[in-house]
């Protein structure tokens, strides 16, 4: 999430950061405890990969900020982390009170 590589070609590093961000949100939409265990693991990185993906939804690059934000509503609204007290609950807590579930089309 953080290789900002830039050649001929130009920002191909959002190419590795787009798919680093498709990647997680497929792992986390089919597992709704791996962000839990992350964090039991190590919740430095736990809470590197928040402010990552965070950081991910103010990019200049639209797909980017669509693929974060998609992540983002992944991490939000269908991970269980229950860790009570924990910096992680709070700041996960914190961003739900500010960024609202959107309400399925379906």
């Not at 839990?36 to 950081?55: K, M, P, T, Y």
């Amino acid at each position: 999430l953080e290789d900002h590589s830039v050649d001929n070609r130009g920002d191909v590093g959002s190419w590795v950061r787009k798919q680093s961000l498709q990647s997680l949100a497929r792992i986390f939409a089919t597992d709704s405890q791996a962000f839990q265990r992350l964090n039991e693991r190590d919740d430095e990185l736990a809470i590197r990969l928040l402010g990552q993906i965070l950081c991910s939804t103010t990019e200049k690059i639209d797909r980017l900020r669509v693929a974060a934000g998609q992540m983002l509503e992944i991490l939000l609204y269908e991970q269980r982390v229950e860790a009570a007290g924990s910096r992680l609950c709070e700041g996960l807590e914190q961003l739900r009170r500010l960024v609202p579930a959107q309400p399925n089309d379906s």
